[in-house]
């Protein structure tokens, strides 16, 4: 590795005192060691600070934040992006974790290696609250390949990316008008500046879709407003990507597929189907 510049972990946190000591454990357990972890209490009422406080006592790389009233997910990392003092900025969810203990080495050495891109992500396991596999998968690799799909899926794995600050904040941060797909959105902002890419391995265990998932991942919107956020999304950015009508036409097939009874059960074959469709369309 060129050099060991500072990452800024933001981790957000809401009622998930539970869960919180493992996602802190596995940012800890990081061969990269140049890094400060931002913990953001959004107004939890389940102990979820006073455990912070406890991490903190014990790991002065911890900085704990607190919010006085629940102000939401945009709100609150946008807040950790206004204190961070990385060059990079990684994101954990309080319920997820890292298990590849050398994310951060590989993700810093591939950006400091490349400097014509701006974000690097991976792929992912798929548990439930306990930890169970329920699928995993590896996103699009290339630059070339995730831009041809990016305005119509999500091309990366909020919990994966490490990114470049300087670029971040050029995008915008996190957009509070796309609630719910902020990451999304943020990507496609990045895209207008810089080159992306996905490491081909899994590196990160995300729960943020697991049946009865509680927390900021689930119902932050109902389907209608998914589907209306989602094609106002694709408007946004349709002449910086291409793909628009394929999008549009995924964003409804997506909104349908919501209503099925068993769609958690079937989310290894619904990415199946998902990658086959942008193949053939």
């Known amino acids: 590795m060129i ?47 006073k455990a912070i406080l406890d991490l903190v006592s014990r790991d002065s790389r911890i900085v704990a934040l607190r919010n006085e009233k ?15 003092k990385g060059k990079y900025i990684a994101r954990l969810d309080d319920h997820d974790y ?27 396991i798929v548990a439930d609250d306990e930890g169970r596999e329920i699928a995993r998968y590896l996103m699009p690799r290339s630059d070339e ?12 794995v909020h919990v ?24 999304w959105n943020l990507w496609l902002a990045m895209g207008r500046f810089a080159k992306i890419y996905n490491i081909p391995e899994f590196l990160v265990t995300y729960t943020g879709h697991a049946k009865h998932n509680s927390g900021y991942a689930a119902n932050r919107f109902k389907r209608k407003r998914q589907l209306s956020v989602t094609l106002a999304l694709i408007k946004k950015y349709r002449r910086d990507y291409p793909g ?13 597929y919501s209503f099925m009874p068993y769609r958690y059960a079937m989310q290894s074959l619904a990415y199946r189907l998902k990658t086959g469709f942008l193949k053939i369309t």
Not at 98 to 124: I, R
Not at 145 to 156: E, P, Q, S, V
Not at 244 to 256: E, G
Request: glycine letters at 8%; proline letters at 3%.
């Open 3 to 49: 050099n060991t510049p500072l990452v800024s972990v933001i981790v957000p946190i809401h009622n998930r005192q539970k869960y919180l000591a493992r996602a802190i454990a596995s940012i800890q357990s990081q061969t990269y060691g140049a890094i400060e972890i931002i913990a953001i209490d959004d107004a939890s009422q389940d102990g979820s600070h």
């Open 70 to 84: 629940n102000v939401g997910l945009v709100a609150t990392l946008n807040r950790g992006l206004a204190v961070a």
């Open 98 to 124: 890292w298990h590849d203990n050398e994310k951060l080495s590989k993700q810093v050495d591939f950006l400091e290696t490349h400097p014509e891109y701006g974000m690097v992500g991976g792929g992912a």
């Open 145 to 156: 390949d995730i831009r041809k799909n990016l305005l119509i899926m999500n091309g990366f």
């Open 160 to 183: 994966s990316v490490l990114l470049k600050k300087e670029l971040v904040m050029a995008a915008g941060g996190y957009e509070p008008s796309f609630d719910g797909l902020e990451d």
């Open 244 to 256: 628009y009508a394929k999008a549009v036409l995924f964003a409804w097939i997506t909104f349908a």
